[in-house]
């Protein structure tokens, strides 16, 4: 089967740093991707693990365990407009499509 | 580089009538893949295209649902008979490789 599990809902505060966790059980592992998504809006693409380790881009890092089936997502400085959902999807391995599935999003409140 | 667009953003629409969305994706982008996204969870996976051949259907895309990809250009989603279930923001997304999906702003469907 496939699951995706991260928090509903983290509220921080205006110039903290918080870390959104993303664990996993799918069928087939092809990466795992970070999205950004305010409300109404598309999904804006964030960061992208296809091996262990950390990705940093900006304020913005990513980690990825394989073996754990586990990811984050950091993000420094927080900043007002970083309000929004966080969503982490795995690219199914089991074909060769690339779709993703995704978790329900974790909804990040940044507070002043 | 215009991005993904989707037309019409948002649609109302009484139970039992036919709606059609469409997308066109970023130019050159042979991926094209249709999500649906319900408020609180993340998007599901609909169907996938490879230029115009459609090479994956969702187990959610039951047979009131139709995609075409004519030419291998813009996209249609047809819903025939709608029900209140089917309101949700359909996406769609289009990639040139399996790394990164670029979305469109979406068409929010409302069925009274």
């Known amino acids: 089967g496939q699951n995706i599990d991260q928090p509903t809902e983290m509220t921080a505060t205006e110039g903290a740093i918080v870390q959104i966790n993303c664990t996993y059980q799918?069928?087939?592992?092809?990466?795992l991707f970070w999205y950004q998504q305010h409300a109404g809006e598309a999904p804006t693409f964030l960061s992208y693990?296809?091996?262990?380790g950390l990705e940093e881009k900006g304020r913005f890092s990513s980690f990825l365990s394989r073996s754990k089936g586990y990811s984050y997502l950091l993000l420094k400085e927080l900043q007002m407009k970083d309000s929004a959902s966080y969503l982490c999807?795995?690219?199914?391995?089991?074909?060769?499509?690339?779709?993703?599935?995704f978790g329900q999003g974790t909804t990040l409140q940044v507070k002043p | 580089d215009t991005g993904v667009s989707q037309d019409p953003r948002h649609k109302i629409t009484k139970r039992g009538q036919n709606v059609t969305f469409r997308c066109d994706p970023i130019?050159?982008?042979?991926?094209l893949y249709w999500y649906r996204q319900t408020l609180g969870q993340g998007p599901e996976f609909l169907t996938y295209?490879?230029?115009?051949?459609?090479?994956?259907k969702s187990r959610l895309l039951s047979d009131r649902f139709s995609a075409e990809r004519p030419k291998g250009s813009f996209s249609t989603l047809e819903i025939q008979r709608t029900e209140q279930g089917d309101s949700a923001m359909y996406l769609c997304?289009?990639?040139?490789?399996?790394?990164?999906?670029?979305f469109g702003p979406g068409t929010r469907l409302t069925v009274t």
């Open positions: 997304a289009s990639s040139a490789t399996t790394y990164e999906q670029y």
């Open positions: 799918t069928s087939g592992f092809n990466g």
């Open positions: 693990n296809v091996l262990d």
């Open positions: 999807a795995v690219r199914d391995g089991s074909s060769n499509t690339g779709k993703l599935i």
């Open positions: 130019s050159e982008h042979n991926r």
């Open positions: 295209f490879q230029n115009e051949a459609q090479l994956e």
